[in-house]
């Protein structure tokens, strides 16, 4: 396996449905499922695309934070996800470096996924999470 | 092989260099190499990530559309590359759908590439990239 590859690349969009008009009716990706995060607030389109996914993001309510981006800077590309084998090495070696994490320490997600986001600042403008995926 | 699979995602920022103190240094990417584009009148740095690439772009020009791009929006995510099979038959479907297209017809790179812009207004806000690699 490959130490690093892109897991998903995010866009926000106001209406996951309309989004799919253009994603996979006239570009023609694939639709696995959509389902809502409650926790994020977000509605979400999963579209693989080769060994990665196309996700479009739709706040479900008005005072989530993919709600103020969208109101702040508008639909488009939102965040890049990389998969990374060992998450905590990476961390450590971001923060030996000075780079300012979201998450000090990776999160869980109910489906096994250890994640952390760091922060724009630090990467030149990209929101960029890492995932671990379970082994 | 899959219809379609994400080439690159490129960003867009100020300086190469500085740049890859992030994505080289710290979060641990392998640089392959960085080329001017004199046609595009910027600088890219391409870092290979599985079956993908991220791709760092720095304007070499002042009124260059990367450099425009870089004063008005900042630096941050600047497109995202999808790899289709056969790029015509897309861009056929694209237009059959009222999608605006930057390239009605694929452009050809000197290393065989055909590709061709979609308009973010017809994406939901994501300048997108098609490729079609040379077989």
């Not at 449905?17 to 607030?41: Q, Y």
């Not at 060994?51 to 989530?64: G, H, N, R």
């Not at 996800?81 to 320490?105: G, P, Y």
């Amino acid at each position: 396996m490959a130490e690093f590859k892109i897991n998903h690349v995010a866009i926000v969009v106001p209406d996951v449905d309309e989004a799919l008009k253009f994603w996979r009716d006239a570009l023609g990706l694939t639709l696995n499922h959509v389902e809502r995060n409650e926790e994020e607030a977000v509605q979400i389109a999963f579209l693989p695309t080769g060994e990665s996914e196309v996700e479009l993001l739709a706040p479900i309510t008005e005072d989530s934070g993919v709600a103020k981006y969208l109101a702040k800077k508008g639909a488009g590309l939102h965040h890049l996800c990389i998969e990374v084998e060992h998450i905590e090495a990476v961390l450590s070696r971001l923060v030996a470096h000075q780079i300012e994490l979201i998450n000090d320490t990776p999160k869980l997600r109910p489906n096994g996924i250890k994640y952390a986001f760091v922060h724009p600042k630090s990467t030149g403008g990209v929101l960029l999470e890492l995932y671990e995926l379970p082994k």
